[in-house]
């Protein structure tokens, strides 16, 4: 009888014990639940107290929106109107129809064929000119606008001041090159960058020139056979960002080949370049950067910090100012810290029903552009 007593014991003792360790798992599965649960809950709800708003803006996606500053430009096929951040429209240039524009910070820069329009920010235009040849693309800076005409093979670089005084002409340089791209860099824009195309070379080669305005050619880089996209300023340096890399560069072209970063796989969907210190790099994995954007990953580059980013959900697109990062999902809009990893979420304030399905980019006072389908909406940023 006492081993029998004994040996009931025993098994009174493993099950209690088996029930207490159910019952220990079932505590700690319920937690993580709950934890998991308010973790969510405090992703999007965070930042309540900071109340972001929408508003449909009076133009469409399809319409060339673009960020001036702190204002909106559109092009409805007969003129550019600027809006303020919130919708107001400020003013209105008539172009007629089939123009094309870029701006820098305080300029716009137009062309419609042969004719060539330089605007400020206040819609008055300070040149108005037929520049006689087909207007390929035009850029304008701080100081000087870039104006490329003639063939695609043998285009003619033309810089005028901002008051179309011609200052520079560059009409043999690039025969038999397609000029891809131009900006200006500098402390008052008076230096020149250029991407071209060597075509008729025995393998595809893009040549990067640097020019100080109506002075001289600074230098000459062969940037080889991978697809050159982007030429950044800052902190006194010339990023040069191609498929492959980053490269580095100073004002005469020489590189600084300790600074070359590998970013093949990532695409730089925006910057943020300061008055002085290093800028703010922004990629995202190019895969996820087509017409259909999906991006759950980020990436910043400034200075010496190379960092990634998990995004809390897939989004439409991302943005930099200052020292925030912005991303933009269907229904939230997700802010983090540049030194820091933590998202805090907040609700798009759309209609009911409506969600984000594009992203343009942020005006100069925080506000981010939105589409829905066709609709555009400025939404307010967190601070």
């Known amino acids: 009888m006492q081993g029998k007593g004994k040996s009931m014991y025993n ?73 303020s951040s919130t919708g107001a429209v400020k003013w209105s240039f008539p172009v007629g129809g089939g123009a094309l524009f870029s701006v820098s910070d305080e300029h716009m820069v137009v062309w419609v064929g042969s004719q060539l329009f330089i605007v400020d920010k206040n819609g008055r235009p300070s040149y108005n000119e037929n520049m006689g040849a087909e207007i390929q693309f035009a850029r304008v800076g701080e100081s000087y606008a870039a104006v490329v005409i003639g063939d695609d093979t043998a285009p003619d670089l033309v810089i005028k001041d901002l008051q179309g005084s011609q200052v520079d002409e560059e009409a043999e340089a690039f025969s ?84 070359t970063m590998l970013v093949y796989g990532w695409k730089l969907i925006d910057q943020y370049i300061p008055s002085r210190g290093s800028a703010s790099m922004l990629l995202a994995p190019t895969s996820q950067t087509s017409a259909n954007n999906s991006i759950t990953e980020l990436r910043v580059l400034s200075g010496t910090l190379d960092r990634r980013y998990t995004l809390p959900s ?70």
Not at 190 to 205: K, R
Not at 239 to 244: E, G
Not at 331 to 345: C, H, K, M, T, V
Not at 347 to 365: D, M, S
């Open 314 to 383: 897939a989004c439409v697109g991302a943005a930099v100012q200052g020292k925030n990062l912005y991303a933009f999902s269907n229904e939230y809009l997700y802010r983090a810290d540049i030194d820091s990893q933590r998202f805090y979420g907040y609700a798009l304030p759309l209609p009911e029903g409506v969600t984000a399905t594009g992203f343009i980019g942020l005006t100069a006072n925080g506000r981010a552009l939105l589409t829905s389908g066709d609709t555009v909406y400025s939404v307010g940023l967190p601070k």
């Open 176 to 259: 038999g090159m397609l000029l891809l791209d131009v900006g200006f860099y500098g402390e008052k824009g008076e230096y020149m960058w250029t991407l071209a195309m060597d075509v008729y070379g025995t393998a595809i080669n893009t040549v990067m020139n640097t020019f100080q305005v109506g002075k001289m050619n600074t230098g000459e880089v062969s940037l080889g056979e991978s697809l050159t996209y982007k030429v950044l300023f800052e902190d006194n340096k010339l990023r040069v960002f191609t498929t492959q890399q980053m490269y580095t560069y100073d004002y005469k072209a020489v590189q600084d080949v300790n600074s």
């Open 11 to 83: 098994d009174q003792q493993a099950m209690d014990l088996r029930r207490r360790r159910q019952i220990r798992n079932w505590i700690i599965l319920i937690v993580l639940i709950i934890a998991v649960l308010l973790g969510l809950r405090t992703l999007r709800d965070m930042g309540k107290t900071t109340e972001i708003s929408a508003v449909t803006m009076p133009c469409y996606a399809s319409q060339d929106v673009t960020p001036f500053g702190d204002s909106v430009l559109y092009y409805d096929g007969a003129s550019i109107h600027c809006l």
